[in-house]
């Protein structure tokens, strides 16, 4: 009989690809996920892993069984959202990974509509990386997060998670302001922590828009990051690679560094907080951010994760758009 915590192990090797990474996910010595990666094969009759020199893969037998841990690990989340059900519902701990504008403007309206119809559920905010999300709930480190993606840096379906769509959000570009004619405040500059929502054909031509910028420095998020990705394939899209000056991931900061005549930046509608410096100019761009809510697979009727959609779903201002197909 193959042992479920031995599958789920040999899940995240074929996810992570290293051994120490696996490890260090799940709180192992690296030797331990090794010990139980040969009694699995010992288990399965076969080899799963291909070892060269201090890398290791799976074999065509060991990405087969992976296909079959996901299946048994989401029944085994649905077993579990059964039995959280015959319990009474939702009730206890429910740990929530978020971005920070996501966390600032949607999740504490959705922490007091659980308060009010939960009150024996307790949820743990975390923020964290949209990047690092897929690893997080794989290992049972959070059991909801919200995660973006954009139009150029869509997010690939992840084995083993489910990803629902919650809103969409237009885009903007930030510049000095008067220091290019060529860009116009919008028609209702954000006051109150949100711009007006992307409609039909709304906005300018983006790639002209970005490419007058082409000579001009550019504030992006850090790298790795999928803002910082967004950015720079934008830019690359209207035909020039940006020079980057300042990497900042809090997008106050990057209007502050706007404001000063630093350089250009690609914001999001959240993170628009506040009356709007008039040292910035913004310029609507037609692509969009989306943001989801992601769970493991099976877990959808499990009352807390249910419960915390439903919140979620309720929190949403009103200004912000319907997600656009994820396709």
Do not use: K, N
């Not at 799963?48 to 990405?63: C, D, I, S």
């Not at 420095?217 to 790795?224: C, D, F, K, L, V």
């Not at 250009?264 to 040292?279: F, K, S």
């Not at 807390?304 to 919140?311: G, K, R, T």
């Amino acid at each position: 009989m193959l042992d479920v915590r031995r599958l789920r192990l040999l899940r995240e090797l074929a996810r992570r690809g290293t051994i120490a990474a696996v490890a260090e996910a799940l709180a192992f010595s690296p030797s331990a996920v090794s010990q139980q990666l040969a009694v699995l094969e010992r288990e399965a009759g076969l080899p799963l892993l291909e070892r060269t020199g201090r890398r290791v893969r799976l074999t065509p037998a060991g990405l087969h069984l992976v296909g079959h841990a996901d299946a048994v690990l989401e029944r085994l989340e649905q077993a579990d959202a059964d039995l959280a059900e015959a319990r009474g519902g939702p009730a206890g701990a429910l740990r929530i990974g978020a971005f920070p504008t996501a966390t600032r403007a949607i999740v504490p309206a959705a922490l007091v509509r659980l308060a009010r119809r939960h009150p024996g559920l307790e949820p743990m905010v975390r923020e964290t990386d949209p990047a690092a999300v897929a690893h997080a709930l794989r290992a049972g480190d959070l059991d909801v997060a919200l995660v973006h993606a954009y139009d150029l840096v869509p997010v690939p379906p992840e084995p083993g998670l489910t990803a629902l769509p919650l809103y969409g959000e237009a885009m903007y570009l930030a510049e000095p302001a008067p220091a290019s004619p060529r860009l116009s405040v919008p028609e209702a500059p954000p006051d109150s922590g949100s711009a007006a929502a992307p409609g039909p054909g709304a906005g300018p031509d983006q790639d002209t828009v970005l490419r007058t910028h082409r000579d001009i420095p550019w504030i992006t998020a850090t790298s790795g990051t999928l803002c910082h990705a967004m950015a720079v394939r934008a830019c690359r899209a209207a035909g020039f690679i940006p020079r980057i000056r300042h990497q900042v991931d809090e997008f106050a900061t990057v209007l502050a560094l706007v404001a000063a005549g630093q350089g250009v930046a690609v914001v999001p509608q959240l993170g628009i907080t506040g009356p709007l410096d008039p040292a910035v100019a913004l310029s609507r761009l037609r692509m969009e951010r989306r943001t989801l809510i992601a769970y493991r697979s099976g877990a959808d009727a499990h009352p807390a994760v249910a419960a915390l959609v439903l919140a979620l779903r309720a929190s949403v201002p009103p200004e912000l758009a319907a997600p656009r197909s994820m396709e």
